[in-house]
């Protein structure tokens, strides 16, 4: 059962334009939402986490942003460069951040000149 | 590079057949978990060790198993190989599951069932 929708599953974006991932969930025990960006031939890395006490986190160009009552939260990459081009997942955690992550299918991202 | 080493990195083999894929985590992280990636799935969790004891598991079919052995690598073992369990298997590790800290994510194996 797909816990974590995401979306889209594909995304061209323009340099320097921004570019929005979202993620929607289901189970309100959810409590630890990352996002996890991965290369070709690489594994993921984490990008950037937020916690539900708070609606928004900024580190750098990227942000999450969280919607508690809609059960929702997005990945939004400003000023979009080449370099961001990877697929990026977004995933969701109880109980202990890390344990039995659930991940979103991931969204294959790409900056065009 | 995430310190997290698997290997083989590619594994191609026969359906019915069994192999083991080996871990080894970042030196001080105390937790792996062990991740399946398909094309249509995404990342599944499979299973989670923390310091030698099975601490999580997830959608892992009876056919696979996973072991922690005490200088904390990991080691999972697919049986009875199917066509459907060709796939991406992610070990990444971690030193605590209990907090926020990253999951370091290794670069996979590839494995190929014919």
């Known amino acids: 059962q797909q816990q974590v929708k995401q979306s889209p599953q594909s995304l061209i974006v323009q340099k320097g334009g921004i570019s929005i991932i979202n993620c929607a969930y289901e189970n309100t025990a959810f409590d630890y939402f990352p996002w996890y960006q991965q290369f070709p031939g690489k594994g993921p890395a984490l990008l950037i986490a937020i916690r539900p006490d708070v609606s928004e986190k900024k580190e750098g160009r990227f942000t999450i942003s969280f919607n508690k009552s809609a059960k929702q939260f997005s990945l939004h990459i400003m000023d979009s460069q080449p370099g961001d081009s990877a697929t990026y997942f977004c995933?969701?955690?109880?109980?202990?951040?890390?344990?039995?992550?659930?991940f979103g299918t991931g969204t294959r991202l790409t900056i065009i000149p | 590079d995430s310190g997290v080493t698997q290997t083989p990195k590619h594994l191609i083999t026969a359906t019915g057949q069994r192999v083991t894929l080996r871990c080894s985590p970042r030196s001080g992280d105390l937790s792996v978990y062990w991740y399946q990636q398909s094309l249509d799935q995404g990342l599944q969790f499979l299973i989670q060790y923390y310091n030698g004891e099975e601490r999580a598991k997830g959608n892992i079919l009876e056919r696979f198993s996973a072991q922690q052995f005490p200088d904390l690598h990991s080691e999972l073992n697919l049986s009875s190989l199917e066509l459907g369990d060709s796939a991406l298997y992610f070990c990444?590790?971690?030193?605590?599951?209990?907090?926020?800290?990253?999951?370091?994510f290794g670069n996979g194996t590839r494995l190929t069932v014919t």
């Open positions: 995933a969701a955690g109880s109980n202990f951040g890390n344990e039995k992550l659930t």
């Open positions: 990444a590790s971690s030193v605590d599951p209990g907090d926020d800290s990253p999951l370091h």
